[in-house]
């Protein structure tokens, strides 16, 4: 027992392995691309996003334009009308 | 008899062995027929859920798409971690169809099956506390308990949240005690019986843990208990392997013996002491086994 726990004789136990469990370490290499650590989280920022919001005042966010007082200044487009300062 | 999906969890597969013969052997006593999850894991206790909150969800749904491939509506489980981890995981799952559908996408790029929300999630106590499995637990035990005096220790994930469990009031919880009755047992009453039993911060804080355990196994044995029941694997660790810990740490050898529910009924119902396997405890049962002779 004591070269067990030293790592130097194999366990006479067989160790308990559930079935298929490739599958769920498959499933976690796919939650870290596409979970919320991957791209439903940091890409797409779903969930920062909705506590800003929520922190801001997420109406008064929504109802507010892209551009202009409060925003960012509107940009120059050429053949449109004059950018605003 | 009801079929039910029997998800069995860690403890139970390895070093609480006795947990899942007891049940196994005492399920067809009591109307169940038990379609075991082989292709299952762990439920990731309270540590995944912590560390990788979205993994924890996948993990869980996959489990519950694995029960709700058996054609069974019900998905039992024994043990208190499970339970919470369960239905926490399909109470989210339920309420969000936009994330039930990334989770399944995810559950389908593995090859596992879909899940679509037809599982309920119910402890082995919940299942034998009321209704017919209680009528079949009574016609089960004729052996009985023969007066033995029994603390109940709920634990505390099968109680709280009670939003999320539901089955007792987690205050006044009394479905352990309806058991015991039933099996011809006198039920102790005693505070600590709703508290935690410490395995969760045995190994950041001893001293904390040992000082939560220490609270129900003194009250029981004050109390004249001459053994306590719990329907969780890691409560029955905490209170049977450790008192030892509390022997050195207090200088109390209480010598309380630990029984699984399974274990409690199932000497009430008569299982053999090969379906019971009260070897693999740590405390020595005998004082109970003597007592009722088996």
């Known amino acids: 027992m004591g070269l067990m726990r030293h790592g130097k004789v194999p366990s006479p136990f067989p160790q308990h392995v559930a079935k298929h469990v490739g599958e769920a370490r498959a499933l976690y290499d796919i939650v870290k691309h596409r979970g919320e650590a991957g791209a439903a989280g940091i890409v797409q920022a779903e969930r920062p996003l909705s506590r800003i919001e929520h922190a801001e005042g997420a109406s008064e966010a929504a109802e507010r334009g892209p551009y202009g007082p409060g925003s960012f200044p509107e940009p120059y487009l050429p053949g449109e009308k004059e950018a605003t300062q | 008899v009801k079929q039910v999906a029997y998800y069995k969890g860690c403890l139970a597969s390895l070093s609480a062995k006795e947990l899942d013969i007891a049940t196994q052997a005492?399920?067809?006593?009591?109307?169940?027929?038990?379609?075991?999850?082989?292709?299952?894991?762990?439920?990731?206790?309270?540590?995944?859920?912590e560390a990788e909150p979205d993994y924890y969800l996948h993990l869980n749904a996959r489990i519950l798409a694995y029960a709700e491939a058996t054609g069974a509506d019900t998905l039992m489980t024994i043990c208190n971690v499970c339970t919470l981890n369960l239905r926490q995981a399909d109470f989210t799952l339920k309420g969000d169809p936009a994330l039930l559908e990334r989770v399944n996408a995810n559950l389908a790029a593995v090859g596992a099956p879909r899940?679509?929300?037809?599982?309920?999630?119910?402890?082995?106590?919940?299942?034998?506390?009321?209704g017919e499995g209680f009528e079949l637990l009574q016609q089960a035990a004729h052996r009985g308990l023969k007066g033995l005096r029994i603390a109940p220790f709920y634990g505390c994930q099968i109680l709280r949240p009670s939003k999320l469990l539901g089955f007792d009031d987690p205050d006044r919880p009394d479905s352990l005690e309806r058991i015991i009755a039933a099996c011809g047992g006198e039920a102790i009453d005693y505070p600590a019986k709703i508290k935690c039993c410490g395995f969760p911060i045995i190994q950041a804080r001893?001293?904390?843990?040992?000082?939560?355990?220490?609270?129900?196994?003194?009250?029981a044995k004050e109390a004249g208990a001459d053994a306590m029941v719990t329907p969780c694997p890691l409560c029955h660790l905490s209170l049977d392997a450790w008192q030892s810990k509390l022997r050195k740490q207090t200088g109390r050898d209480f010598q309380m013996p630990i029984l699984h529910l399974s274990q409690l009924v199932g000497v009430a119902a008569g299982l053999a002491d090969s379906e019971l396997r009260f070897k693999r405890?740590?405390?020595?049962v005998a004082p109970v086994t003597e007592k009722l002779a088996v």
């Open chain 2, 26 to 49: 005492l399920a067809p006593k009591v109307g169940l027929e038990l379609i075991e999850l082989e292709a299952v894991t762990c439920c990731g206790a309270g540590d995944i859920h």
């Open chain 2, 115 to 130: 899940y679509s929300g037809g599982v309920e999630v119910l402890h082995f106590l919940w299942l034998i506390a009321a």
């Open chain 2, 206 to 219: 001893e001293d904390v843990a040992l000082a939560e355990l220490v609270q129900p196994i003194e009250q």
């Open chain 2, 281 to 284: 405890h740590v405390v020595s």
